[in-house]
């Protein structure tokens, strides 16, 4: 059966940090490409941070950029987010999704007009002193 799971979720002081993990079951993620997106009370879902499946060419949005490290262990199916610095705005359900390769139309567009086609239920992540 299909499916992705996250972890890694949790509550973190300003300035704080986290890992999250998405990992796959049912498939491999060698030939997806996967990303983080986040949704916080009353806000649209954002993306985040992707990953592409060939070269491994990352993407942020701006206000992660220079704090949240994408990556990825095909062996083990696992892709990450290191989150650094967080922020209060940080706070949010982060959510992994993949989307294979061949329906990716364009890599610069992996994080704001890519559709996914396998979504993970998502795990908490509040940023709160």
């Known amino acids: 059966q299909v499916q992705l799971v996250e972890s890694g979720g949790g509550l973190v002081q300003p300035g704080g940090s986290l890992r999250l993990s998405c990992a796959a079951s049912g498939f491999t993620l060698d030939n997806y490409a996967i990303g983080w997106f986040r949704q916080a009370p009353g806000k649209e879902r954002e993306g985040v941070s992707c990953?592409?499946?060939?070269?491994?060419?990352?993407y942020y949005t701006d206000s992660v950029k220079s704090r949240f490290t994408i990556s990825r262990d095909n062996a083990k199916d696992t892709v990450y987010l290191q989150m650094n610095s967080l922020k209060p705005e940080d706070t949010a359900v982060y959510y992994c999704?993949?989307?294979?390769?061949?329906?990716?139309?364009?890599?610069?567009?992996?994080?704001?007009?890519?559709?996914?086609?396998?979504w993970g239920q998502g795990t908490q992540v509040t940023v709160s002193s």
């Open positions: 990953i592409s499946s060939g070269d491994g060419s990352t």
């Open positions: 999704a993949a989307v294979p390769h061949r329906r990716v139309f364009s890599l610069i567009r992996l994080c704001v007009r890519q559709s996914y086609d396998y």
